[in-house]
């Protein structure tokens, strides 16, 4: 797959199949995944990089691989999707790392990445974050990606801020 996004340390492209054993390592982790419902399994996670492949070719966009460049490994996901939110269209930066990884600004390296891209080709004046209210560290991504709350919304059942910035506010 091509590299869409390149940063320092940061790869992300489009999943391919064989990334399913590294993302399981992410996706599968209890602790990682403890705002999702539940942690996915080995073929949870080969859906969804299956989901993210059909995303890449319906709406132009999807959650990339998220490659370590010293290492060539994949370490989690980061990109933008095309999400509903209260009836209206928006695109969502998201992001999933691995938990050893975790506190060395790698999630946001990408999410800032996924955010100027999103600017520079989408044509939109916002992109949001949703992220349930007790995780923490995806706020603190998402604060340090330029992004504040900009409402709350009961979304897939669960309650979840918006976070959002506008194209106006990072020039």
Known sequence: MQTVLETARLLLRGFVPEDAEALARVLSDPETMRHYP?????????EWIARNR???????VGL????????NEVIGDCGIIRQQVEGEYLYEVGYHLRRDLWRQGLATEAAIACRDWGFANLGVERIISLIRPENL?????????GMAIWKEVNWRGLRHYVYSVNRQSIR
């Open 137 to 145: 560290p995806s706020r603190r991504v998402a604060e340090r990606n």
């Open 54 to 60: 059909q995303r890449y070719s319906e709406d132009g």
């Open 38 to 46: 539940a942690p996915l399994d080995r073929v949870q996670v080969e």
């Open 64 to 71: 990339w691989a998220m490659v370590l460049k010293t290492t």
